[in-house]
């Protein structure tokens, strides 16, 4: 069982649609983030929620953290193709140091 | 921004060699760095943690004796993959974090190493 389940696992839509990508675990973290991450190259941070209920907007990509702290959610307003790529939730544990990813959500957004 | 660097980009051997990863923190020092391994339309895998002047932490079910680790100074980490085997192919990306940072400190990500092994 993974800690952090995404979903969907796969995604292809056409330019213009709207998409939610879900985090969601079992477990209460003191923050979670989200990278996206192109064909061989490394994860980039898009963002790091913190407070339960949090909700943050970067350009189209809105983030938002579950009250609980057990939960994530990433919508995407008017995809581009731009967007493509493979986005992973991400979460700190182990005491702290380490970062535990989700089980990715590979996004193909289509002219 | 933090930049973290990783050598080769991309390297190929024959089944049975070494292959030596680096890792370096361009332009901030790392006493923490973070070994992953992502295979095809994957997730990252943490490996193991490297802490500058002291033995790697690795997890469970990653051998040590296998995938040896070095983090010799507050720039560079090695990652040796010993007598690598074609199920050893994969991509592997290093992170480090800034010692100075405080509680919410994030972790910079190399652009990772493309090992194939024939």
């Known amino acids: 069982t993974q800690l952090l389940e995404q979903s969907p696992q796969f995604l292809s839509i056409q330019e213009g649609e709207n998409l939610t990508v879900y985090c969601n675990s079992s477990?209460?973290?003191?923050?979670l983030q989200w990278y996206r991450q192109e064909p061989g190259e490394g994860p980039v941070l898009l963002v790091t929620?913190?407070?339960?209920?949090e909700v943050k907007k970067l350009k189209r990509l809105t983030f938002q953290f579950g009250d609980a702290r057990k939960d994530s959610s990433l919508h995407i307003t008017a995809a581009q193709p731009g967007d493509t790529g493979l986005y992973l939730c991400?979460?700190?544990?182990?005491?702290?140091?380490?970062?535990?990813f989700g089980t990715g959500t590979q996004l193909k957004v289509e002219l | 921004g933090a930049v973290v660097s990783q050598h080769p980009s991309w390297v190929i051997c024959k089944s049975g060699t070494s292959v030596k990863i680096e890792c370096r923190s361009l332009?901030?020092?790392?006493?923490?760095m973070f070994w992953y391994r992502q295979f095809p339309k994957q997730s990252l895998m943490l490996m193991a943690t490297?802490?500058?002047?002291?033995?790697?932490?690795?997890e469970q079910g990653v051998e040590k004796d296998k995938f040896l680790i070095n983090h010799a100074s507050l720039t560079l980490s090695t990652l040796t993959v010993t007598s690598a085997h074609p199920e050893d192919s994969s991509f592997y990306i290093c992170?480090?974090?800034?010692?100075?940072?405080?509680?919410?400190?994030?972790?910079?990500f190399g652009p990772g190493t493309r090992l194939t092994v024939l």
């Open positions: 992170s480090a974090r800034d010692s100075w940072q405080g509680l919410f400190d994030e972790q910079f």
């Open positions: 477990s209460v973290f003191s923050s």
């Open positions: 929620v913190v407070t339960g209920g």
């Open positions: 991400a979460a700190r544990t182990g005491g702290g140091n380490k970062l535990t």
């Open positions: 332009d901030f020092q790392a006493t923490t």
């Open positions: 490297s802490n500058e002047g002291s033995k790697a932490t690795y």
